[in-house]
């Protein structure tokens, strides 16, 4: 006899009914994944969440799944109980689905320590995709999540911004001159091999970092830090 195929259970939260009734179906057709709730706002979806799992047992790899969140319920209170939801389910992915593409949504999914971020026009394909990815990716089996969606937890950064004498990664340093340098975000991200998000995302985080706010101080800091090769005039 065959392995028994494991299942993610999914909860479903967003504002709009139809969205989720659509959405619900759309993961219904998968085997791998079970829709075990939905919810209107933060407040319902935290309690669906106790729900399905109550007491002290926490979703974890061993039991795959997935809170899909709609990022604009994060107002309002809702970034507060989205943290206290992960606080009690520390194992429980987190997938925020944004109608629009904004730095400020972008911004709102990291802070709220969420595991991936796509937009709600996703082709269906490509959204099923990124749910699976997020509901059994974890810490130490991320499974090329940012071939899909980036990976938020892995670039989340403090909201204090840090001193000028930070550390980067190489890989932000190649970000950080690619954008000095007036590449756009989606030259970056083919240049790189990454995702348009995860670009984003390192690009948000860099200007937390370093406190910079505009691309003349990118610039300007990319070139002090000798990342800039000057070209003079022939």
Known sequence: MGRLKRTSQIVIAD????FRRGLRSLLEAESDLEVAGEAG????????ISALWPGETAPGSWNPCALVMDVALLQNGGAQTVFAIRQRYPGLSILFLAQEDTPEALKDAIEAGGRGYMLKGSPAAQLVAGIRQVSFSDEKN???LSRIVPDLRALAAPNEPQPRNTVLTSREQEVM???AEGRTVREVAAELSLSVKTVEAHKLNLMRKLDIHNRASLVEYASQQGWL???LAS
């Open 229 to 231: 090769v000057t070209q």
């Open 177 to 179: 001159r690619l954008l």
């Open 142 to 144: 991320p499974r090329g």
């Open 15 to 18: 504002g709009h009914l139809l």
């Open 41 to 48: 706002d933060a407040a319902e979806a935290e309690a669906k």
